[in-house]
């Protein structure tokens, strides 16, 4: 029978959606689960419109059509993957070169990806495509500062609370940009202010020694490597910090308080 | 971009339905692999400062870069200069006002604010 093995006790997320709708508790976390992303996201949902609109000024700028813009940001949905390829299509190059470099510039997706697989694994197909389509740098990061104090099963809507509202805001200033792309001028500036949006954003993770070796050391290979072919330079600089924070949390002898397992 | 793109629409459409391909498997390959390729115990503990490496890595160059140009151009007194860029000084704020208050909203105000009055 389907459903048979569910109980009241079971989380909300993993019961079927007629006992669902019985579990005040479950959505009056959801609630607040909403409500607390979208107080945390909004300056990076700001920054990230910015970044949507220099991203959609630069696409009908690099020639694109209304539609293939429309397409491209909806469907392609990765600004430095999108603004990586645009110069290579512009000056003519091989299909399979523009894809090389789609697959170099996402390569922190797969790390992401890995982050995220106990929480998202035990769900459905679909839904982990959906959920995975979702994942964005800063939504993911509020997230696993975050996720932590809660229950694997109320993980979900604390992960879609805060990457939902940097979808929503990425393609409205992506729209913006491409309908206003003929009267606004790609001003370098507007993409600045999506930095230091994604500064307010970073700060406050560097809260302990690991959390500061890790900046440390991403921010000095990123430095280096800025100049280094597909953007190799940031995918090395992950792993450096990543290793660095391992490095810092033998020598405190304790994990970062923000990484603990469930 | 000083060149346009003049490829034919079912060549862009094709690049734009690849790029999607592989964005897509990119940021799915563990949520859709195996349950014990899954990544545990110090791999999964290392994972967690990623997004926070790669927040990093895209911010450091283009906070630093100000100064780099301004030091190839002129030296230590260009490197001077370059600590009044507009961009470095609200970059500065932004982390100060941060540190000070943990208000993201007065931080990326104040970091804006500064920005334009210095930039326009």
Not at chain 1, 129 to 144: F, H
Not at chain 1, 209 to 235: D, I, K, N, T
Not at chain 2, 57 to 66: I, K, N, R, S, T
Request: glycine share 8%; net charge positive; hydrophobic share 55%.
């Amino acid at each position: 029978m389907p459903g048979a093995g569910y109980t009241r006790a079971m989380p909300a997320i993993f019961r079927p959606a007629d006992l669902r709708q019985h579990a005040p508790g479950s959505a009056r976390l959801r609630r607040r689960h909403r409500r607390e992303a979208f107080r945390l996201m909004l300056p990076a949902c700001l920054g990230t419109g910015c970044w949507g609109l220099v991203t959609g000024i630069a696409m009908v700028q690099a020639g694109l059509t209304l539609p293939q813009a429309i397409g491209m940001s909806l469907f392609v949905y990765s600004g430095t993957t999108q603004l990586a390829a645009l110069p290579l299509m512009a000056s003519g190059a091989s299909l399979a070169t523009v894809v090389a470099t789609g697959v170099l510039t996402g390569l922190r997706f797969i790390v992401y990806s890995a982050s995220l697989s106990r929480d998202l694994g035990r769900l459905p197909l679909p839904r982990r495509l959906l959920y995975g389509y979702l994942m964005t740098d800063t939504g993911l990061a509020q997230y696993l500062v975050r996720r932590a104090r809660e229950t694997p099963p109320q993980r979900v809507s604390l992960y879609l609370g805060y990457n939902v509202p940097v979808y929503l805001a990425w393609h409205l200033g992506s729209l913006a940009g491409i309908g206003l792309a003929a009267a606004l001028p790609a001003d370098p500036r507007y993409a600045w202010l999506g930095m230091l949006a994604m500064l307010v954003i970073t700060v406050p993770m560097v809260s302990s020694l690991p959390a500061l070796a890790a900046a440390a050391a991403a921010a000095a290979v990123a430095f280096v490597g800025v100049h280094w072919p597909w953007r190799l330079g940031m995918f090395f600089a992950i792993v450096a910090g990543v290793l660095a924070a391992l490095a810092a949390e033998r020598f405190a002898g304790r994990p970062d308080p923000a990484v603990q397992p469930r | 971009m000083s060149s346009t793109i003049s490829l034919p629409a079912a060549e862009i459409w094709a690049t734009t339905i690849l790029l999607t391909l592989v964005v897509v498997v990119l940021r799915n390959v563990f949520l859709v692999a195996p349950r014990d390729w899954q990544p545990r115990g110090k791999l999964e503990r290392a994972l967690r400062y990623a997004p926070l490496a790669a927040l990093v890595a895209l911010l450091a160059p283009e906070v630093l870069q100000p100064l780099a140009t301004a030091a190839e151009r002129a030296g230590p007194a260009g490197f001077a200069q370059g600590l009044t860029d507009p961009r470095f000084v609200s970059a500065l704020v932004v982390i100060v006002v941060s540190r000070l208050t943990r208000n993201a909203l007065a931080a990326l105000a104040g970091g804006v604010g500064l920005f334009w009055l210095l930039a326009s």
